[in-house]
């Protein structure tokens, strides 16, 4: 894994902008850790159809869950889309640790096949999943999310992509639960 050693936060690290690809070829995943697999193939279709559209580089945060269920959506699809990039986005250095023993081999898997693994901090901090989260929207033109409409940290980044007019796509079956920026007061 890599840890940058300037790095101080992702917009101030020309090394960090240097792994990711351009803005408007750049997708990122949302989802919550509770997902079991119930749309994987809809998530490989989903890849395949953002590929065609000219989506090159796809971001994970690596958390259980959704996170490397999308990850490795997209390792499937490398045979057939020549150009398809995956960065880990992890948030803090040993995160894996705190997943179960079967979570921690299937993140080491998957941040061995990446063609990038960016280590944002080098331990947890209080708000590392926020950074995290904000790095994932910030540099992407395109969120893809499993949100069933529950409060937490996939909200927080569905909300942020919104207010930042990133175009998102929900492929949760209660994806037409309503989700509305909340305006900024300041």
Do not use: K
Request: charged share 20%.
């Amino acid at each position: 894994m890599n840890v940058p050693e300037n790095l101080q936060s992702p917009g101030q690290s020309a090394i960090f902008d240097g792994m990711i690809g351009e803005l408007h070829t750049t997708v990122s995943f949302t989802g919550h850790r509770t997902y079991g697999g119930e749309a994987d193939a809809l998530l490989r279709d989903t890849v395949r159809q953002l590929y065609a559209r000219g989506m090159r580089t796809f971001l994970s945060g690596m958390a259980p869950g959704f996170d490397l269920a999308a990850a490795e959506a997209v390792l499937a699809c490398r045979a057939e889309c020549a150009e398809l990039r995956l960065v880990a986005v992890i948030p803090f250095a040993g995160q894996e640790l705190r997943f179960s023993e079967a979570e921690q081999l299937r993140f080491r898997r998957i941040v061995a096949a990446a063609d990038e693994a960016v280590t944002l901090a080098r331990g947890y901090h209080r708000g590392c999943y926020a950074v995290r989260n904000n790095c994932l929207v910030d540099r992407a033109a395109l969120l893809v999310a499993w949100y069933d409409g529950s409060a937490g940290g996939t909200q927080y980044t569905v909300r942020r992509a919104l207010m930042r007019g990133r175009e998102v796509w929900n492929l949760h079956p209660a994806a037409l639960v309503s989700v509305q920026p909340v305006p900024r007061l300041f």
